[in-house]
């Protein structure tokens, strides 16, 4: 989870952010897309183990389960989510195509719960399928938690954007950031 330290510096950064927006108004968008069962179905599993005993378990839940079995003391293995399995278009994925003709993809993020190491994988997929997002705009976060994902929208409105979109299929991940968005007053759109 996010330390108090992190939390401070985040809303000391949103702070600025605010007063800088009250002077120059001008409308900044960004679209932050999450990965698994979002932009792309896949077929990587994350592998627990705990005292001999391993658990494979699927992206979709992962999504649900995963910060739970880590709680109890599961150790994930996301080695398989380094790549893309069997990957195809999910439900957002011609969303976000048509947003990325109408915008351009300089500001389209993917965040994602996988590790920084799936960049790459991510971006070759995208690419195949005609999604070209810079790869410095991939973030594996190697985290699961909502708050980890509401933190790094959180740093991306302190750096400037003031419209955001977010869309994630883990409910957890778009309540927690559609709390932050309101506890900021941050404009965008959670779904």
């Given at each position: 989870t996010?330390?108090?330290?992190?939390?401070?510096?985040?809303?000391?950064?949103?702070?600025?952010?605010?007063?800088?927006?009250?002077?120059?108004?001008?409308?900044?968008?960004?679209?932050?897309?999450?990965?698994d069962?979002?932009?792309?179905?896949?077929?990587?599993?994350?592998?627990?183990?705990?005292?001999?005993?391993?658990?494979?378990?699927?992206?979709?839940?992962?999504?649900?389960?995963?910060?739970?079995?880590?709680?109890e003391?599961?150790?994930?293995?996301?080695?398989?989510?380094?790549?893309?399995?069997?990957?195809?278009?999910?439900?957002?994925?011609d969303?976000?195509?048509r947003?990325?003709?109408?915008?351009?993809?300089?500001?389209?993020?993917?965040?994602?719960?996988?590790?920084?190491?799936?960049?790459?994988?991510?971006?070759?997929?995208l690419?195949?399928?005609?999604?070209?997002?810079?790869i410095?705009?991939?973030?594996?976060?190697?985290?699961?938690?909502?708050?980890?994902?509401?933190r790094?929208?959180?740093?991306?409105?302190?750096?400037?954007?003031?419209?955001?979109?977010?869309?994630?299929?883990?409910?957890?991940?778009?309540?927690?950031?559609r709390?932050?968005?309101?506890?900021?007053?941050?404009?965008?759109?959670?779904?």
């Amino acid at each position: 989870t996010v330390s108090d330290i992190e939390l401070q510096k985040t809303a000391t950064d949103v702070r600025k952010a605010n007063n800088k927006y009250s002077e120059d108004t001008s409308p900044k968008g960004m679209t932050a897309w999450d990965f698994d069962d979002t932009l792309a179905t896949t077929k990587s599993n994350v592998i627990f183990t705990k005292d001999g005993e391993t658990k494979i378990v699927s992206a979709e839940d992962f999504a649900t389960q995963g910060a739970d079995l880590v709680a109890e003391g599961w150790v994930p293995d996301f080695s398989e989510f380094n790549k893309v399995t069997g990957g195809t278009p999910g439900p957002f994925f011609d969303k976000a195509m048509r947003r990325a003709k109408k915008y351009g993809t300089q500001d389209t993020f993917i965040l994602t719960a996988r590790a920084p190491e799936s960049a790459p994988a991510i971006k070759e997929f995208l690419d195949s399928l005609g999604l070209n997002i810079p790869i410095e705009n991939i973030t594996g976060l190697g985290n699961s938690t909502g708050e980890a994902k509401a933190r790094w929208l959180l740093d991306k409105h302190a750096q400037g954007y003031n419209d955001i979109a977010f869309a994630d299929d883990a409910l957890q991940n778009v309540e927690a950031v559609r709390k932050v968005f309101d506890e900021f007053d941050i404009k965008g759109k959670v779904e």
